[in-house]
């Protein structure tokens, strides 16, 4: 079946621009993750979306960063007025949601995003 | 909160070799332990994982770790590197129990294998 996809692979942009980054989850997968993979900090945890529940934005980086998640399927990332450490891979990752156990996490290829 | 040590940045090693990469995590709790690996151009995927019960735990391709609860170690082993296995490694972790199944990263390995 389809896996975690991502759009647009490749997003070039200027400085103070504002960015949508989108991801499509496995279909069924109630859990869906952003993590950024970028030079120096490695791969890190941004927001958490499961179900109805409120998402956990706890590694979001700053205020400029939002991320939404549209009928508990489609998310999407964005970074308003954009700066040079923004750019990175930004990784989708969706699960399905069963309580008690560890649900395996399916990545997607990435948005790889460079700010001029 | 927890953090994921990667000891070795980069690793260049002959078809043949053996592999072990280190991985040290650092949390006061009970943790879910993890190995994924990212080949050339293609996605993150699952290497291996533990959770309870024997600390040597078998993966896919021929891998396993060994997680030693003492030292907070979870180091992923192969005895016999193939050309195919040049990708970067990421051990990872996340609290057991906690709401959601968000991971800890370590900094990631990059294997070159020769042929």
């Known amino acids: 079946g389809a896996g975690v996809s991502q759009s647009p692979s490749n997003k070039v942009t200027e400085k103070g621009k504002d960015v949508e980054l989108r991801c499509d989850p496995i279909s069924g997968h109630t859990a869906l993750y952003w993590y950024r993979q970028s030079l120096g900090q490695g791969l890190e945890f941004l927001i958490y979306?499961?179900?109805?529940?409120?998402?956990?934005k706890s590694g979001l980086p700053s205020d400029r960063f939002s991320a939404e998640r549209t009928g508990g399927s489609v998310s999407t990332l964005t970074i308003q007025r954009t700066q040079q450490e923004d750019s990175a891979v930004y990784l989708c990752?969706?699960?399905?949601?069963?309580?008690?156990?560890?649900?395996?996490?399916?990545f997607g290829p990435g948005t790889r995003l460079t700010v001029l | 909160a927890q953090s994921v040590s990667q000891h070795n940045h980069h690793v260049i090693l002959s078809e043949a070799a053996s592999l072990e990469l280190g991985c040290n995590y650092s949390?006061?709790?009970?943790?879910?332990l993890f190995w994924y690996v990212q080949y050339p151009g293609q996605h993150l995927q699952l290497l291996l994982k533990?959770?309870?019960?024997?600390?040597l735990v078998k993966g896919i391709k021929g891998f396993e770790a060994e997680f030693i609860k003492s030292k907070f170690s979870f180091n992923l082993r192969k005895p016999s590197v193939q050309w195919s296995d040049t990708a970067e490694y990421f051990c990872?972790?996340?609290?057991?129990?906690?709401?959601?199944?968000?991971?800890?990263f370590g900094g990631g390995t990059r294997v070159l294998v020769k042929p």
């Open positions: 990872a972790v996340n609290p057991r129990g906690a709401a959601g199944n968000k991971l800890t």
């Open positions: 979306f499961q179900g109805n529940s409120a998402p956990d």
């Open positions: 533990y959770f309870s019960g024997d600390p």
């Open positions: 949390y006061g709790g009970t943790v879910n």
């Open positions: 990752a969706s699960s399905l949601d069963l309580a008690g156990a560890y649900n395996e996490q399916f």
